[in-house]
């Protein structure tokens, strides 16, 4: 059957099958859990990482809207070039490179090696992903991630055919649950509890959270970051973790969605109307309604560069470049010129000159007030740390030592 992925941000898992005669033991006061991530480029075709981008914001719109059905995907988008992920290594038992994806929530395998193992379930799944997908069987078995991590009785597909997934083994969903409705052959509504649900109704973390730290990366294979189940970590924050509401507003209420009161750059306001949008890892870059985006282009004088499909600016331009602001409930993240550009030791491998400057910002393709109008990509989180709380229905967000850093 078939397979897909979601793009850019990603993270190694290890699966292993043991027994499941343990008993197991309720310890709300269990510290949350940390794995470290790390930045890994994979070029496999030449597709723009934009189109690769966008072509994802598409299928996240037509899903939550309605119009795909389980049993009539839509055609799939050709997209071959996964550019970047993230992605931790475990070395526990057998090791599968997961990709960690707040923007699906099914967990599955067998994209890259071959999963040989009991626990099948009479249930087929399929997941899709706009620019690819996967079919499959259903399991249950026994998931470690990192060290610490041992999670019974999980449910999760196995490909029998997967679709765009180069260099990976599947896909690690952390988004909420109800992303998974819809997704079983024979039960196509029920849901599926993901492996925050069973980690923390087993007792394993004290809260249904995950926490999200990136770093700029200078280099390829940079140990930069950290997924951490169970709440946040402190040391990773230089002030305090704001929470907001996931927004009401669809689709994005169907995601960790979220409401920017408003976007500003240099003074004026961006978008033409409250917008709503959401926070996903697999996704690369950041993007604006496109009134907002329009209205950036405009302001920083940038050219539309036809090799990386980014936007592009002289050195003298980011000399005046100033904060692009995101005004997210009482809050203001203000992401800094440096935070702005594409690192520039990355440019060859998407196609760009080695000592150009490329912006990180694009269009959603959406305008302000059609429901899903930004989306928050992983360039936005290796300056902000980012939590999703799926147990209090809330997204929290704090600077780290990077969020005012010169790094590219």
């Not at 896909?171 to 509504?189: K, R």
Request: proline share 6%.
């Amino acid at each position: 059957m078939l397979a897909k992925l979601r793009l850019l941000s990603a993270v190694v898992l290890t699966l292993t099958i043991p027994s499941l005669t343990n008993a197991l033991v309720i310890d709300r006061d269990a510290a949350p859990i940390a794995f470290p991530v790390v930045k890994r480029v994979n070029m496999t075709g030449t597709t723009k990482l934009v189109e690769v981008d966008q072509a994802r914001a598409r299928a996240l719109r037509e899903r939550a809207q309605g119009k795909w059905h389980h049993h009539r995907p839509p055609p799939p988008v050709h997209v071959t070039n996964q550019v970047v992920t993230y992605v931790a290594q475990v070395f526990v038992s057998t090791s599968l490179a997961l990709l960690v994806d707040t923007g699906s929530s099914n967990t599955w395998v067998g994209a890259g090696q071959p999963y040989n193992a009991t626990g099948k379930t009479s249930e087929g799944d399929s997941v899709f992903y706009g620019s690819g997908f996967f079919f499959g069987d259903e399991y249950n078995g026994t998931v470690k991630l990192g060290r610490g991590l041992v999670i019974q009785k999980q449910s999760f597909g196995d490909a029998d055919l997967a679709y765009g997934f180069d260099g990976v083994d599947g896909i690690l969903g952390i988004g909420p649950t109800d992303l998974t409705v819809g997704t079983l052959d024979s039960s196509p509504e029920e849901s599926i509890p993901t492996v925050t649900d069973n980690a923390y109704t087993q007792g394993l973390i004290r809260h249904k959270e995950v926490c999200i730290f990136f770093a700029p990366a200078k280099s390829q294979s940079d140990p930069n970051g950290e997924l951490t189940f169970g709440g946040s970590n402190p040391k990773k924050c230089t002030g305090p973790l704001n929470y907001v509401p996931i927004t009401s507003t669809s689709p994005a209420s169907s995601y960790v969605g979220i409401d920017l009161k408003k976007i500003t750059f240099n003074g004026d306001v961006l978008n033409s109307e409250a917008t709503s949008g959401i926070v996903d890892t697999g996704t690369t870059l950041i993007y604006l309604p496109t009134d907002a985006f329009s209205a950036y282009q405009n302001a920083t004088n940038a050219t539309l560069d036809d090799n990386t499909g980014l936007l592009k600016i002289t050195k003298e331009q980011y000399d005046e470049l100033p904060p692009l602001n995101f005004h997210i409930g009482e809050r203001t993240y203000d992401l800094t010129p440096n935070g702005q550009i594409w690192p520039r030791a990355f440019n060859t491998l998407i196609g760009g000159e080695a000592d150009a400057i490329y912006l990180v910002v694009g269009d959603s393709g959406a305008v302000s007030g059609s429901g899903l109008d930004f989306i928050i990509g992983y360039t936005f989180l290796e300056r902000f740390y980012h939590c999703y709380d799926s147990q209090n229905n809330r997204a929290g967000f704090a600077t780290t030592p990077y969020t005012h850093a010169t790094t590219n």
